[in-house]
Every structure is written in C-alpha cells, then in structure tokens.
C-alpha cells in the first residue's frame, strides 16, 4: 500500500527551549523521510528558535499576525501533501511508529477525514501540566466541551475506532496537538483561523465531512504549561485574543436554560468546595495534580472574567445572556 504525504505545521514564538524535542520526535520516525514535510510557522521569535529549527530539513514561513491560528492557517495552504498534520511546538510524538499509526485509518477508509490522538503529559511532568493533561482542557473549556454530544456511530476497528458525528451543533473535538487531517477537506470549508479545535470541526461537519478516526496508541505528550505563573499567562493570551479578534463562540448561553447553567457553572467555580469535591470525583487515576483543580477553576473565573467584563463583545454577550435568562428565549 501506498504511503501517503504528511506535512507538519508548527506554529512558533519564542520555542527555543521546547521544540527540539518536538523536531527530534518527528524526524526520529521510522516513515519514509522522502514522505515528511515540515512547515515552521515563526510569529517572529526573538530568541534561537529559528537557528535552531533551521538545523533540521524543515521550510520557514514568516507570520506576521503574530497568531498560531493563523499560522496554521498559513501552513495549511502551503503545505504541499496530502495530509497535514497540527502540531504545536510544545508538542512530543511518543512513539517512533506514530505517523505510520495516524496514516492507517485514512489508507483504509477513503471517507475518513480527520484522526486523533491522545494527548497526555508524561508522569515526570511538572503537576500543574500533568493536571492539564488529564483535564484535557483549561476548566471552562472542560465545563463546555464536557456538554458536547458524543459521536453517533463508534466502530472499532483494528489498532483505532471510527467515529461518525451526528448533525447536532457540537461536534467532538479535533483539531490541534497531532491531528491529522486532509488538506483538500479543509481547503473546501475554508481555510480561516480558528480559536479552538471544535471550531474547526464544526465547520468540516457542516461541510458534510463527518468520518473521524481516533488511535489510542498515538500518543501526543502535551508540555502546555511549566509552572502556574506560566497557566495564568496562558489563560490572558486566549483573553488578549479574544478582545482583538472577533469570531462567533457558538457555546455562548443564548438560552435561559443555557445561560443559568453557565452563571452555576461561575458560582460553582467560586466555592473552592464544589472543584475540590469534582477534582476527588474525577481524580480516580490517584494523580495529586487534581488538586489543582479548585484553584485553576477560580483563577479561571478571575481572568476570564475580567477580560469578558472589560471587552465590549464581552458585554454585548453578557446583556443577550441576561436577556435570554428573563425571557427565557430558545
């Protein structure tokens, strides 16, 4: 069989430190290196990433925007296989087999558009980022994607599982940390930035593209955060985003229903209780990192806040959210 392409587009700013261990995880596959194209999307770093990338046989592009949504956005169009590949720098491929495991479920269903991987952190990881990865998402965004419906369909299959998404309005989520992906089927939908992976698979499935594939063995580790300073500093980027560059946030409450769960779900985030009561809930793997829990919920609640409070979008929402909770509209 055919070995297809697989371009990897990484974003990067400032990397110098982390993306080495991204580079030597992707060259150190055992595909054929004739079938691997690495694209590094700089924002304009400063520091040695790109001496450092440069090193290796990868292709540079400039992003002027300074955004990573737009620098995949960039690589996607630039890319010149078949399939791409939406890695950060903070990003590590685990196993040297990866890519042949990722590729598998496309060569053998022509339908499927897209596949996952599971994101983890390694046990050694700092506790605050081995809590991120168990999380899977900072805690707003947990609360959010934790109300997505699940796949319609799931097939297991040998070595992954298919998955066919339903027609609802939430889709199951994929997009960056090594998901790979058809480039023409992006291409199709419009290849614009998006803020958050269930954007982009929002927009694929509204496109009629609702085969996805997931491979548990293709283990991506997740080296988000180093130390909480690091989280907190996370969590005002996506804030700084969100004040300069409009989208539609199609999980904002415009229903009453809605809109009280999402004032209980801030309330809830305040209590210090309730998180630590859900950390010990959720926490069953015996990981202390869930402690984290109560606090990432509040801090979260504070800058988020904030810059929700302090954005004129922000204010717009909150007054069709206080609207929808007095008239209960649908």
């Not at 297991?156 to 058809?182: F, W």
């Not at 309730?274 to 606090?295: C, E, M, Q, R, S």
Request: with cysteine.
């Amino acid at each position: 069989m055919k070995l297809p392409l697989v371009s990897f587009i990484l974003p990067t700013y400032n990397a110098e430190g982390i993306i080495e261990k991204c580079l030597e995880s992707i060259f150190s596959q055992d595909y054929p290196e004739d079938k691997i194209e690495v694209l590094i999307v700089d924002d304009g770093s400063t520091d040695g990433s790109l001496e450092l990338c440069s090193r290796y046989p990868v292709r540079i592009l400039h992003n002027p925007s300074g955004i990573a949504e737009i620098g995949w956005a960039m690589g996607v169009e630039a890319a010149r296989d078949e399939f791409v590949v939406l890695l950060s720098a903070d990003n590590e491929l685990v196993s040297k087999d990866w890519i042949s495991k990722m590729v598998k479920p496309v060569l053998e269903d022509g339908e499927v558009v897209g596949v996952r991987p599971p994101v983890l952190a390694p046990r050694d990881d700092p506790a605050i980022n081995r809590y991120m990865a168990l999380l899977q998402n900072p805690p707003l965004e947990f609360y959010l994607l934790w109300r997505l419906r699940p796949p319609e369909e799931v097939i297991a299959k040998d070595g992954y599982y298919i998955e066919i998404l339903g027609q609802a309005p939430y889709r199951t989520v994929i997009g960056g940390n090594g998901s790979l992906l058809r480039k023409d089927a992006v291409l199709k939908v419009g290849n614009v930035p998006v803020r958050h992976e269930s954007d982009l698979v929002y927009r694929l499935a509204e496109g009629g593209f609702t085969k996805y594939a997931y491979v548990p063995e293709a283990v991506v580790y997740h080296h988000y955060v180093r130390n909480y300073f690091d989280y907190i500093k996370k969590l005002r980027v996506k804030v700084k985003y969100f004040r300069k560059h409009s989208r539609e946030y199609p999980w904002l409450p415009n229903r009453r229903r809605e809109s009280l769960r999402m004032l209980a779900w801030v309330l809830f985030c305040c209590t210090f209780i309730g998180p630590f009561i859900h950390a010990f809930y959720i926490g069953k793997k015996g990981d202390p990192a869930w402690l984290y829990h109560p606090f990432a919920c509040f801090t979260e609640v504070v800058v988020y806040g904030v810059g929700f409070l302090t954005a004129k979008r922000g204010l717009d929402s909150l007054l069709g959210m206080v609207i929808a909770m007095v008239k209960g509209s649908k």
